[in-house]
């Protein structure tokens, strides 16, 4: 299994301009999470989901939109890139209700200038 | 690597020695904790994990220690070694859901 894995490593964005990143895992796990991390900082919740066709928001989803249409892939949505979303970007999933370990991808490093 | 250390709280151990690594969580109403280690450049993976109903856990180096009256959680390594090198989260569950809140981490240096 390859585990969770996410496109791109790296990416920089001009302010206003959009991306998708890309989140896919090949566990069957049914949920799917989306952070952020800032320098020094810990993970930042943006969006879940827990199953296709199902999201809702975390702890930070402005700027941010999702969508998952399969059980394996989850994208994240950034519309009109500003500084504030440099970050690095953590996709993860686990299995499900009672099972929390969250097996997280390598990550996305997003500059916004 | 990711940057994602330069602010941290840093530990600096001897290899060989024991490390303890403290968190204080915010919720009461949390009932399962877990630590995460995340070395430079890649995601956070898990080490071990508690529930709110036991005090004391242990895995193969590791022990996560529990304190409910306070709100404090340490994961202990014994014999640390260079591999340890990384940076530590704890993270704890509120509600029903699988979601989780991270704490802001501390970085592991180990000397050799």
């Known amino acids: 299994n390859a585990g969770v894995t996410q496109t791109p490593k790296f990416r920089i964005l001009k302010i206003g301009q959009s991306m998708t990143l890309q989140c896919a895992q090949d566990?069957?796990?049914?949920?799917m999470y989306w952070y952020r991390q800032d320098p020094g900082m810990g993970l930042k919740l943006i969006y879940y989901s827990v199953g296709a066709g199902i999201t809702d928001k975390g702890e930070v989803p402005n700027g941010y939109n999702v969508s998952r249409s399969t059980t394996e892939d989850f994208p994240l949505r950034l519309e009109l890139a500003a500084p504030s979303q440099t970050s690095v970007y953590f996709c993860?999933?686990?299995?499900?209700?009672?099972?929390?370990?969250?097996?997280f991808g390598p990550g996305t490093r997003l500059t916004v200038t | 690597g990711e940057s994602v250390g330069l602010h941290l709280p840093t530990l600096s151990v001897q290899e060989g020695d024991n490390s303890i690594i403290n968190c204080a969580y915010s919720?009461?109403?949390?009932?399962?904790f877990i630590w995460y280690k995340q070395e430079s450049g890649k995601g956070p993976q898990f080490i071990i994990d508690i529930r709110s109903n036991m005090d004391k856990r242990q895995g193969q180096r590791v022990t996560v220690l529990l304190n409910k009256t306070v709100k404090h959680l340490s994961l202990q390594i014994a014999a640390t070694q260079p591999g340890d090198s990384a940076v530590y989260f704890c993270a704890e569950k509120i509600g029903n859901f699988n979601k989780f809140y991270f704490g802001s981490g501390t970085k592991l240096n180990v000397k050799p």
């Open positions: 566990m069957n796990h049914n949920y």
């Open positions: 993860a999933s686990s299995y499900g209700t009672g099972f929390f370990e969250q097996y």
């Open positions: 919720n009461s109403a949390s009932d399962y």
